[in-house]
């Protein structure tokens, strides 16, 4: 599953792995505005970015093709709307559509390789974003896996069972398709309550208490004036030189 | 429809994010004064359930398969701000982890499906939910979750200057109209699965309590559903009535006029200048929501 590689990135132990996830998400937050607001020579804007990315990728140790790839998840949805743009007349928007979009996705896929998700949170969770809303976050991106697996074992059971067979009665299998749902929830919403009474019978009293402080040190200081000022300049560099 | 970034202009993803933070930061608030904090795990687990549930396929015709969006089903069975929460928490890692949707395009993926999108499904269970209606309460809360969510997206692609032909708009409002009567479908025919397994998973709306509220709000959406369509079919039209009632000059100046000051004399390029105003306001809009948001943290723990 797509998360679990992003989990397997995440584990390195590159200079880019080891800054602050403060430091990473201002960089990229920079990056994703001088992207968005570029409107002009974006071929060679798109390529000094993709070689700039890339570096990045390079540098944090990551397997750079699978990373070019997996960020691809965003184009088929930018295609359509590539191709509308280009059977009304206009191919440039369609273009930049692709690019920033592609662009976009392979800056966040870096910085979400290369920080272990309980520290992305924590990273937001410093930066002001609701505790509570993340704290769903975690418990969500937790148990994604253990709830997706049960609805796997019940597809597959009803499969086994006649469920996707052609000709069989519509009503009775959208029917049945609504009981599952309804099952997985019930049994979902069971966990929740086993989970919060085995976490209540450990002491959890609403919050979780990180083992080690996040620090943000000189060479986060030093990254965050980097990563922040090579899009600006790549920019800069290629409007001047168009 | 998540939309992905690259794809609003920037006013336009600007002010979705400079809404959605103040009104996220509300709704949690809200949605934790009704929830004990230590029950948090449930949030997640149901969370977990909507990105689960998408697995489970409802035969809808000829070789076709649909699944559950959820935001109403999460509504009915968690209340409304509980719910918001959930799918704001879905929102946020479709994004990080699964790269669906963008981090600038956030804040109006966030009010279009988790704001929006539950409260408007909310909305008709929360107003006949408990009468005679209540059956089609639950399908119309369905269908008309999925369908304010996709008009609002249209209509950000759409302000965002998107080309999208009549045909083309025709056929993706056709379709979002057959995915929202089936998400209506299904979250009715789950909801009625839920309470033969278990009655008590179904909140029981208040009845008689501030109908003409409700009813004042369901009227705002529908309205505002229909002045985006009405727009978005003559788009040139909204563009020439900004033009001559100077409506857009007016706004132009209003954005710019608290940093237009601050133009440093080296920034030659006009780009430059305007991403550094921009992102200095962003800057700026972040710090007063940091700072609004400790001091209204303290006003309430003392």
Redesign the interface.
């Known amino acids: 599953m ?2 679990v590689v ?1 989990e397997r990135w995440s584990q390195g132990a590159s200079v880019m792995h080891r800054r602050d996830p403060r430091a990473k998400i201002a960089a ?3 990056f ?9 020579s974006l071929p060679a804007f798109g390529l000094a970015l993709l070689l700039l990315l890339s570096a990045a990728l390079i540098w944090a140790r990551l397997p750079l093709f699978s990373a070019l790839a ?2 691809a ?2 184009l088929p ?2 295609l359509v ?1 590539a191709a ?2 280009w ?2 007349g ?1 191919p440039g ?1 369609g273009f ?2 692709l ?3 592609y ?3 392979l800056a ?2 870096l910085v ?1 390789a290369t920080t272990p ?1 309980p520290a ?1 949170l924590r990273g937001l969770e410093m930066s ?1 974003a ?1 505790r ?2 993340l ?10 896996f ?3 697996e ?3 074992h ?2 597959k059971a009803a499969a086994s069972r006649g469920a996707t067979v052609r000709g069989f009665m ?1 009503g009775a ?3 049945a ?10 049994r ?2 069971g ?3 086993d ?2 009474r085995s ?2 019978a450990r002491g ?4 979780f208490q990180p083992f080690t402080a996040l620090r943000f040190r000189g060479g986060d200081a030093v990254f965050t004036l980097f990563a922040s000022l090579a899009p ?1 300049l790549l ?2 560099a290629v ?2 030189g168009v | 429809m998540h939309i992905p970034d690259g794809f609003l202009s920037t006013p336009v993803w600007a002010t979705m994010d400079v809404a959605a933070a103040p009104a996220v930061g509300y709704i949690v608030r809200r949605a934790q004064r009704g929830f004990d904090d230590s029950r948090v795990p449930l949030l997640g687990v149901m969370g977990a359930f909507v990105f689960a549930a998408q697995m489970i396929n409802f035969p809808v015709g000829i070789g076709t398969t649909s699944h559950l969006v959820g935001g109403a089903l999460l509504a009915y069975t968690l209340g409304p701000a509980a719910a918001s929460v959930v799918m704001c928490a879905i929102i946020a890692i479709q994004a990080l982890v699964f790269q669906d949707g963008g981090i600038l395009a956030m804040g109006a993926n966030l009010i279009n499906m988790a704001l929006v999108g539950v409260l408007a499904g909310y909305l008709p269970f929360y107003l006949w939910g408990g009468g005679r209606w209540r059956k089609l309460a639950i399908f119309a809360g369905g269908a008309f979750s999925l369908l304010a969510s996709a008009v609002l997206a249209l209509a950000e692609l759409l302000v965002s200057g998107v080309p999208m032909p009549a045909s083309v708009l025709g056929v993706s409002l056709a379709l979002f109209m057959v995915s929202a009567l089936l998400e209506g479908a299904i979250t009715l025919a789950v909801i009625q699965a839920l309470e033969t397994i278990q009655p008590g998973f179904v909140r029981k709306p208040e009845t008689g309590r501030s109908f003409a509220l409700g009813a004042i709000g369901l009227a705002a959406v529908l309205l505002a559903a229909v002045g985006v369509l009405a727009a978005s079919t003559a788009p040139d039209g909204i563009e020439k009535l900004g033009l001559q009632t100077g409506i857009a000059s007016h706004v132009r100046s209003l954005v710019t006029t608290p940093l237009t000051g601050y133009q440093v004399a080296f920034f030659q390029a006009g780009w430059l200048r305007k991403a550094s105003a921009g992102l200095a306001g962003l800057a700026l809009i972040y710090g007063a929501c940091l700072l609004i948001g400790r001091a209204v943290a303290r006003k309430r723990s003392a």
């Open positions: 797509h998360h992003l990229l937050m920079v994703l505005v001088v992207l968005a607001t570029a409107h002009r997996r960020a998840i965003v949805f930018s709307f509308v743009c059977l009304s206009d928007r930049a559509l690019l920033k979009s662009l976009s996705a966040v896929l979400v998700f992305l002001g609701p509570f809303l704290m769903v976050a975690q418990f969500l991106y937790r148990y994604l253990v709830i997706s049960e609805a796997q019940m597809t519509a299998r959208f029917r398709a609504a009981g599952a749902l309804a099952v997985l929830f019930a979902s919403y966990r929740a309550e989970i919060h976490m209540r959890f009293l609403g919050r600006v920019r800069a409007e001047r």
